[in-house]
């Protein structure tokens, strides 16, 4: 029965994909949880340091023959991966792991407005109206009094814009380049960067708490490492559409990771926002066809995981 046996493969992908997602939902909560105990960058460091061993380790033999136009293409998008991480692991200090979920999704979103530049085409319909619902989302869920924005929350939009840059510049460079050993490189382009600004700015913890152990291992192996491996095995099973609806899903589980680990408990306002957000996220994956193109791309060659 070869259509039952699709089915199958199509469900385990979905599930394996929505595994995924929930891992990187929760890291959220956990890497708030570590950040009491070391620095934004040392942390990014020591992360993306042990993400780029493992993947060292399984692809050792094509590293030992790294060109220098992947080395390049590596570094430069590491850069605007670095941004995101580094944007989203500061912002997290001062603003709820729920809101910086929602936000870093914004990327999706904005995927097709920044592609207006290198294309010079607009933004279809349905991703201009995702674009409008996720920003009247994020004006919900992060305006206060006197209508000022939380600096975490725009600390964290600054992430979502470099992750939307770095999703169109691995889009641009990943068909003509080898994926795997482009997104090893991009994670220790970030590793180098984060202990560089570590190395200006932060203290070294005197030792590793719990917290800090546990945030470590969850986003450097299953977040990261894993997360890339699964990605590049079952997303040939299952279809763009139900990839997309799945992704959509990472906010989600970080908004009840947040609560059940945390405690964090989302107003009516701010739950408005999220809604409006995930609403506009699903626009632009499901409707808008460039912003659901990069992405699928990308979800195929970087390192996986927020």
């Not at 944007?87 to 729920?98: K, N, S, W």
């Amino acid at each position: 029965m070869p259509g039952g046996g699709n089915k199958s493969l199509q469900l385990k992908a979905d599930l394996a994909l929505l595994g995924v997602t929930f891992i990187w939902g929760i890291t959220f909560v956990v890497v708030q949880n570590a950040l009491d105990s070391i620095g934004p960058y040392y942390f990014l460091g020591v992360r993306f340091l042990l993400a780029f061993l493992f993947l060292g380790a399984i692809y050792y033999r094509q590293l030992l023959k790294l060109d220098r136009t992947t080395l390049q293409a590596g570094l430069i998008i590491g850069m605007f991966l670095f941004g995101g991480y580094a944007f989203q692991t500061v912002g997290l200090q001062y603003t709820t792991a729920a809101n910086a979920g929602f936000i870093t999704g914004l990327s999706v979103v904005l995927v097709p407005v920044f592609s207006t530049f290198f294309t010079r085409q607009l933004p279809g319909v349905f991703a201009a109206g995702g674009v409008i619902l996720s920003t009247t989302g994020l004006a919900f869920l992060s305006l206060g009094q006197g209508l000022r924005i939380n600096r975490g929350d725009l600390l964290v939009f600054f992430c979502a814009i470099c992750f939307a840059l770095h999703i169109i510049m691995v889009g641009r460079y990943a068909r003509h380049l080898n994926p795997p050993l482009l997104a090893t490189i991009q994670i220790g382009a970030v590793s180098l960067a984060a202990f560089a600004m570590g190395l200006s700015m932060e203290t070294w913890p005197g030792q590793f708490t719990r917290p800090v152990w546990i945030a470590l291992l969850l986003t450097a192996i299953p977040a990261t490492s894993l997360a890339f491996l699964i990605q590049n095995s079952v997303q040939r099973f299952t279809s763009a559409t139900h990839t997309a609806i799945i992704f959509t899903m990472e906010p989600v589980f970080a908004a009840l990771g947040a609560y059940l680990l945390a405690g964090e408990i989302l107003t009516a306002r701010q739950l408005t926002g999220c809604l409006l957000i995930l609403g506009g996220m699903l626009l632009a994956e499901l409707k808008g066809e460039p912003a659901q193109t990069e992405i699928q791309r990308t979800r195929r060659a970087e390192a996986g995981g927020h």
